[in-house]
DNA sequence: TTGTAGGCGTTATCAA
DNA sequence: TTGATAACGCCTACAA
C-alpha cells in the first residue's frame, strides 16, 4: 500500500508565491484584500490560491496573531435539547464577530471540564463561553485571568449572562398554589457549584406562602433515565406524597411522568408535575407538559456580544435577555384531595 | 479601566527555562518524559511548570509537528439525542489514542458543512468523523486526499463504518407485515446525497411481498415538529392512509403520534407507528415506542480505530459492529380492518 | 506596489 | 545528559 494521499504536503503562501513570481508577503497581503496590491496581481494569487486548493494553516496564524479567532463553547451535555437553541444564538452572533465555534462536550464532569477548557487554552481562543460549568467559582474567577469567561445560567462568576433564574421558578411555584397545592416536590439537579436559583426560588416560595420546608420532598436527578425512575419509587413510599413535583427539567419530568404511569398514578389527576426547559418534544407526550420556557437564543446571542465587548476592553453592558415565560400544558391541574391531614 | 488581564503574556517555555537555568529544549524533553533527561531536572522543570501555569501553545506545537492530535466531527445536529452515544464511543475510544475530539455543528446545512470541514482542515486535525454528511460522495472523495475521512451510517464514501444498514429497517417491515398491515407509509429523511438505505429496504421489503410501491405514502420529515405536523395531516388526508408508519425516527415518530392524537387518532388502535434509533425517552412516551436499536457507542469507538489505522498506514480491518434490534413496545398493534378495499 | 527580514512557541537534529 | 540551531507557515514592520 503506498504513503497515503494525505502525508503530501499541503499548499501553502510559499508555493503560491512561486506560482505567482510573487513574494509570500504579497501572497500575504493579497489573500488578506490589503489596498496596497495591485488589483491584477489579487486576482492573479487569488485563482491561483483557489486553483491550488490552499487552505490557510491557523496554527501558523495563531502563532503569530497571538490569537486564534476562536470560541470555545464548553457545554455539560450536549444531547440536552435545551442546549439546541443556545448553540443556535451563540453561532448567530458568532458569525457577525467573525469568530468561530467549537465545542466540547464534558458529559457533566468536572475533570473533563477542566481539560477541555485547558485545550481551549491552547488552542489560544480569543473567549470562552460556559453554560452550567461544573467547576467552582474559584477555578473560574482565576480563569478569567487567562482567558474572558462568560457564563450562562449562572450568577456567582465573575461574567455572566443569565435571565431572572428565579422568575421561571417562582411561576411555577405560583401555578401549583394556585391549584391548590401546598405539598410541593422539589427535583434539584447534579448538585454543582452554583448558587441553585430553581431551589432557591422554590424555598422562597415556600416561606412567602409560610409552608415548611420539608427536606423528604427534595430529590436529586443526574441525568438518567434510572434516575428518575428512582425518584418515583422514593417519592411515593413517603408517608405523605407530594401533591405536586417540579422536576429538574423536561426529560427529567417526562421520565417522571412515565414511571408514574407505570405504577398506576396517574398525571395530573393523582399527581402534578411540572417541568422546565420547555424542550422540542414537552408539547408532544401525553399528557403535554406544564414547563418553563427559558430565552436560550437569547442568551447565546447576549453571550457572544459579552465576551466580544471584553475582549476589545470595552465595559460590556448588562445584557438584556427577554423574562422566561410559564408555559401551562395539562400535566398540572388540582391536587386530587385538598390539604388532606395524615392520621 | 486598565488593561485586561488575558493581553498579557502567557508563560513560555523559554520562561520555565530561564526560571529553571536550562535550555529551551530540555524543557521540551522533560515535559514530554523523555528519558534523555535527568530525573532531578525533570522534575524541576516539571515543578516549575505547573507553578507558573503553563500551558503548552498547541498552534506551535502543530505548526512544527504538522499534525494536532486533534479530530474534528461533523455533525448535522447535536440536539439529536441519537449523537449522545455516538459521542461518547468516539470520544471513550479517543483518549486511547492520545487524540482530542472537537465538535462543529453544521444544523444540516451542506454550506455550513464545508466550512466546518475547512475549520478543521486549517486546524490540521489528523482526522475527520462524518456521520449522515450532505455533502455529495464526489467533495468526500477528493477531501479524502488532504485528510482521512470516516463516515458513519453512510456506506458510498471511500472509508466508513456502519452496520447493516438494511437489517434495521426490514427488522420493522416484517414485525408490520407479521401484524397484519400491508398499506404502509413511509418517512424519508431530509434528502441527502446518501444512498437512503431506510428507504432501500423499504421498498425491498414491498416487493417481497409483492407489493405494490405506492408514491402517495412517502414523506418527507426536515427535523421540525411542523413537519411531523404536516406530514401527519397529508397521511390522514389520503383516500386510503396507511395502517402503519414507518417514521424516519423517534422524534419524528413521537411528534405524530401526538398530531395524531390531537386529531382524535389512537395509536396503535387506528394507526400503528413505529420509529428509528431508540433515543432515551422512546421508552417514556405514551404509548412506547416499537423502534430500532442502533450500535452507536459501538460505531463510534469503530470509527476513531478506523481514522487511526488510516492515519497509520495500515490497511483497517473491517470493523465488526453488532447488528441493530428490533424493540417492540406499544406504538405499534393490529391493524384495525385487515385488507380492506376501497369502494 | 512589492520585497526583505525577523519573529511567534515549539520541537527534532545534531553537536558537545 | 544538555545546549545550539534551524525550521514549521504566516504576518508585520520597514525598506526599496
Given amino acids: 500500500m503506498s504513503k497515503p494521499a494525505w502525508e503530501s504536503r499541503r499548499v501553502t503562501i510559499k508555493d503560491i508565491a ?3 513570481n510573487v513574494d509570500p508577503s504579497t501572497v500575504t497581503r493579497a489573500l488578506k484584500d490589503s489596498p496596497r496590491v495591485k488589483p ?113 445560567n449562572r450568577d456567582d462568576t465573575p461574567h455572566h449572562v443569565s435571565c431572572d433564574t428565579v422568575e421561571g421558578s417562582s411561576l411555577v411555584m405560583q401555578h401549583l398554589f394556585e391549584l391548590g397545592h401546598s405539598r410541593i416536590g422539589f427535583v434539584r439537579g447534579p448538585a454543582g457549584p452554583g448558587r441553585e436559583p430553581k431551589m432557591h426560588a422554590y424555598r422562597t416560595a415556600l416561606e412567602a406562602r409560610g409552608i415548611d420546608y420539608d427536606p423528604d420532598l427534595i430529590f436529586t436527578f443526574d441525568g438518567t433515565l434510572e434516575s428518575s425512575n428512582a425518584i418515583t419509587g422514593q417519592l411515593l413510599e413517603l408517608d405523605e406524597p407530594p401533591t405536586a413535583v417540579f422536576a429538574h427539567n423536561d426529560v427529567n419530568a417526562i421520565a417522571m411522568i412515565h414511571a408514574l404511569r407505570d405504577r398506576g398514578v396517574r398525571v395530573p389527576d393523582d399527581i402534578s408535575i411540572a417541568g422546565h426547559d420547555d424542550i422540542q418534544l414537552a408539547g408532544c407526550v401525553d ?4 414547563t418553563v420556557q427559558w ?30 415565560k410559564l408555559v401551562i400544558r395539562e400535566s398540572t391541574g388540582n391536587p386530587r384531595v385538598a390539604r388532606q391531614v395524615p392520621g
Same sequence: chains 1, 2.
Fill in 287 to 290: 399528557p403535554p407538559l406544564t
Fill in 18 to 20: 512561486k506560482a505567482a
Fill in 295 to 324: 430565552p436560550m437564543y437569547e442568551l447565546g446571542q447576549q453571550s457572544v456580544r459579552y465576551l466580544y465587548s471584553l475582549g476589545h476592553g470595552q465595559d460590556p453592558r448588562e445584557p438584556q435577555v427577554p423574562q422566561p
Fill in 40 to 152: 491584477a496581481t489579487r486576482e492573479k494569487i487569488a485563482g491561483l490560491a483557489a486553483e491550488m486548493g490552499y487552505v490557510p494553516n491557523m496554527a501558523a496564524r495563531t502563532l503569530v496573531n497571538r490569537k486564534s479567532g476562536l470560541v470555545g463553547l464548553v457545554i455539560p451535555d450536549m444531547t440536552n435539547p435545551f442546549f439546541r437553541d443556545l448553540a443556535k444564538g451563540i453561532e448567530d452572533e458568532a458569525v457577525k464577530h467573525d469568530l468561530r465555534i467549537l465545542i466540547n462536550d464534558t458529559r457533566g464532569v468536572e475533570s473533563t471540564e477542566r481539560e477541555a477548557v485547558n485545550l481551549f487554552l491552547a488552542l489560544k481562543v480569543d473567549g470562552l463561553i460556559v453554560p452550567m460549568a461544573r467547576c467552582t467559582q474559584q477555578y473560574y474567577e482565576e480563569l478569567n485571568a487567562a482567558v474572558p469567561v462568560v457564563h450562562v
